[in-house]
């Protein structure tokens, strides 16, 4: 259905595609594989006409495509799925629907509309309401939202950009199912992902890229995860990293009883629970279930309206961010782009957020910017940030180095307790794995780490103790050594049986 | 206060809401779009300007607002090729095209007519009294019997509205306001919508701008719309980014105004400059009030970068 033969594209002096092919067949689904930056987004946005080709050729459904733009694309019966929608968020589904979709009449008819997207939600199961308004839906329906969409613009082959990167496990789970449907319906899937499992799961083919060209191309039947990893980053993955034994330390945090009540409604349930120096508490969960709010709170964002916090003999429950950073609390906020870091500033001003206004980065209430530069270039190598330099926005920096930057400034300060929620969340395998590489480091310098996540798979090999929030309640923690996998996947799922959030 | 009063009262809302209306109504289209109607003001006065000079020297009405509106047209297009295509900042620009205009105006009056204001002095467009309904009593003749672009600037809300919310391009042009990307990944071009939006506002705004200085006014002064435009702004906040709303807006301004030209013929002991800030007045204190709950187009002020 789609032949792509010889893509190149350069932006400046960088080599996005240095001569890609790529061949997808009708009824079925092609994963593309690579770390960020090895140009997959590219080789898509050049099929879809958001930019154009240097070189090559592209032939869709036996006619030729070139010079096009998305709305050729489209016409064409090509869909693509960004990893951010472009939805309106004060718009219905409907009415996001009708945005920009064929026919030749001035007049929109919603009611057509809406009765198409009930029946194409029937078919394929995405259980979508027409009249729901965008911003009320949660993100894994704005992505079916998004999937309607292109199906009733009639495409053909859709192009989904790293389609699962913040859905639930049991949102994932569905996406794959409504990804099989397409695919026995005839229709053809691009599916970019740097998620081996997933890729495994679902795809006939997987094509993996490396530095803008195609590293190898495999039937999946045979396929392993290894196999895969390697022509991925081109060398062997490091092994899991062994984690030794710390000595139970003294209790440095203590929740008791932690509430939170927003506008009558109970977004945190009392929570109560307790962290040793040295030990990681792994909370997992689906998105959604008050992890932001626990996170918020124990940080000093959101002051909870019952119960207490006490960090190391200080009552903290009301106590402001700065005075909790001054005994020691950390925190990797979930949203780096706009929580964590200022990135229209340079990397030596984000490096510097948390502790500018005192010496050695200021005197006297003047900056000692010589100190920025230094110290930016020190923490750079020491966690291997990629920047250009001190002065360089951190907007320019890939997610990976940008995180790096905020655990440069928060690890850094050699914390007491950190909080750190969803930090390998759209990282490519190197950037994870130096991410969770350090918050084992702090782990053994006696760090105590709440490490909130809605992967199982990094929960269950990270925690020390392992809870689920739900609901608004967390769990009692359990040891890593008698957790029970199903226990902890019935929790997630929200069976209240297993759930004790007041106790512990 | 006795029935003619209030009969008065109503014709002089009407008749200082209908510029109003035109600049809101044009202003709603561009803030809609993604751009603020700072520079309605300016668009208005261009209107002003050119409707007057031309009914003045061509001695012909309908010319006027004809050219009023391109005046207006072209003072958008300014606007629009400034903030949508070039990025420039919509509030500075807003401001700078408002003074621009006041200052060009002022220049060309003089300039045209050898170096002294004229005395414009325009005859007012005719009435069109509507049937059965201008015969009734008291109410009657002050509110249907009035000229065209009185009765166009109120029925202009219905195929507004319409194009609003019935239309594709109307969708478009709200998706453009709320979501520039969406708009762009659904095959548009943000740019040149937004760009048409600015134009269209601006024409509707100049046709207001006529409409105060051939009808509400009868002559062509420097600086005449004098705040008038951000009046009209507040009326789009007020009502909310809707027509219908926009309306509302506009004949709460215009009554108030009305009340305070009244209040200066009952000779209440209050100072007239006093009564002159109550608009404006209002004005805050509405839109403080009304901010909290109103929702702005999402993309307004913010330019659209194509990646």
Known sequence: MLEMRGIKKAYGTVQANRGIDLDVAAGQIVGLLGENGSGKSTLMKLLFGVVSADAGTIRFKDKPLSGHGPAQAMAAGLGMIHQHFTLVEAMSVTENVMLGAPGSSPWLSPRETASRIRQESATYGLDIDPDAMIGDLPHGRRQRVEIVKAILRGADLLILDEPTSNLSPPEVEGLLGIMARLRDQGRAIVFISHKLDEVIAICSEVVVLRDGAVAGTCRVEGATRAGLARMMVGRDMPPPIAREATAAGRNVLHVGQMALTERGVERL????????????????????????????????????????????????????????????????????????????????????????DKPPLSRGGYLARSYFAERAREMSQRFAIKASG??????????????????????????????????????????????????????????????????????????????????????????????????????????????????? | MDLMMIADLAAATVRISTPLLFAALGGLLSEKAGTFAVGIEGMMLAGAFTGAISAFVFGNVALGFALAALGGAATGSLLAFATARCRADQMVTGLAVNVLVLGLSSFLLRGLFGGRAPVIRLTPPGTWPLPWLSEIPVMGPVLFRQSAIVYLAFLLVVPLTLFLTKTRAGLTLRAVGENPEAAFAAGYDPIRIRMIAIVAGGALAGLGGAVLALQEVGSFTDGMTNGRGFIALAAIMVGRWTPVGAIAGCLIFGFVSALELRAQSWGLPVSSYVMQMMPYCLALALLAGVSRSARLPAAIGVPFIRH
């Open chain 1, 269 to 356: 349930a009392p929570i109560s629970f307790s962290l040793r120096a040295g030990e990681i508490l792994a909370i997992a969960g689906i998105d959604g279930n008050g992890q932001t709010e626990l996170a918020e709170c124990l940080a000093g964002l959101r002051l909870p309206t019952a119960g207490g916090i006490d960090l190391d003999g200080h009552d903290i429950t009301l106590a402001s961010v700065g005075e909790r950073t001054e005994l020691g609390m950390a925190y990797i906020p979930v949203d780096r782009a706009t929580m964590s870091l200022v990135t229209g500033m340079s990397v030596s001003d984000n490096l510097a957020l948390r502790d500018f």
């Open chain 1, 390 to 504: 001190p002065d360089i926005a951190a907007r320019t920096l890939s997610g990976g180095n940008q995180q790096k930057i905020v655990l440069a400034r928060e690890i850094g300060r050699h914390p007491a307790v950190m909080i750190a929620h969803q930090p390998v969340w759209g990282l490519d395998p190197g950037a994870t794995h130096f991410v969770i590489e350090q918050i084992l480091a702090l782990r053994a310098a006696g760090g105590a780490i709440i490490y909130i996540s809605s992967s199982l798979e990094e929960v269950m090999t990270l925690g020390d103790r392992i809870a689920v929030m739900q609901g608004g309640r967390l769990s009692i923690p359990i040891d890593r050594d008698t957790v029970d996998l199903t226990q902890i996947g019935l929790m997630m799922a929200g069976d209240d049986s297993l759930i004790h959030g007041a106790a512990a």
